[in-house]
């Protein structure tokens, strides 16, 4: 263990020394994940699985504009995102949102859970928050927290690590869920502001719920469905309350 130490100290003196980069840059994220999803969207539209339904694709846009309209006024940050949706006809996906703004729909998950749009826009501001809260840079950080040596190696190379290190993932874990948690609760805050009833957003929570085959076991990354659903009725509850002045 020592030398190990040793040899990522010396690793990480020689990068500085020779020019590298001291962190990970949001720059070198924001590439990657648009390298990253070019290749997703080039694979779906080569099996004819990309924005194949026109209505959808429009349902879809329509709501995303809604929301990234109120992501500017909640957050100048949110001015810089360049967002690109595309839907899905994998029902192996569901939805994701890439470092900055890099959106996939999946059009089966949407209609096997028979999402209305407020339910939709709840889905969307989840996924949003992912990169308007930069949480793919924050996991990126805490890698490198936990071992500087990643700086000495290419970022290809830890891009590669955070999605099929087993070890690496299993350390992540605890902070993926805590940002599924802020994506969740910040989500419904924004898609609430942007003219959505509350109690209409949390009802996505109740569909994933009564979706789940056991709804009160989570994963590594994510609270159960129960959870969720137990937190954005709470969180409904106080948004209606806020707006009432009840």
């Not at 100290?9 to 949001?26: K, N, R």
């Not at 924050?138 to 190379?157: C, I, N, Q």
């Amino acid at each position: 263990m020592y030398f190990h130490c040793i040899a990522a100290l010396l690793a990480i003196c020689l990068l500085l020394s020779s020019g590298g980069a001291s962190a990970v840059t949001e720059e070198e994220v924001v590439a990657g994940a648009a390298r990253l999803y070019r290749i997703r969207i080039d694979a779906l539209a080569q099996a004819g699985m990309l924005d194949r339904d026109a209505l959808f694709v429009a349902r879809v846009a329509r709501i995303a504009q809604r929301l990234s309209e109120q992501a500017r006024r909640d957050n100048p940050a949110a001015q810089v995102l360049s967002w690109e949706i595309h839907t899905s006809s994998d029902a192996d996906d569901n939805a994701s949102c890439m470092a900055g703004g890099k959106i996939l729909v999946s059009q089966p998950y949407v209609e096997q859970l028979a999402l209305t749009d407020a339910e939709l826009a709840m889905v969307l501001s989840h996924e949003m928050q992912h990169a308007i809260l930069l949480h793919n840079l924050k996991e990126y950080h805490e890698a490198v927290r936990l071992d500087p040596g990643w700086l000495a190696r290419p970022f290809s190379a830890l891009e590669e690590a955070v999605d099929n290190d087993g070890r690496l993932m299993g350390q992540l874990a605890e902070l993926n869920r805590e940002q599924e948690v802020e994506a969740d609760r910040e989500g419904m805050a924004m898609a609430w502001r942007a003219g959505w009833r509350a109690s209409e957003l949390a009802a996505y929570f109740r569909k994933l719920e009564q979706a789940a085959t056991m709804s009160h076991i989570g994963s590594a990354t994510h609270p159960s469905p129960l959870q969720r659903w137990r937190a954005a009725r709470r969180q409904a509850e106080a948004l209606a309350r806020g707006r009432t002045g009840e």
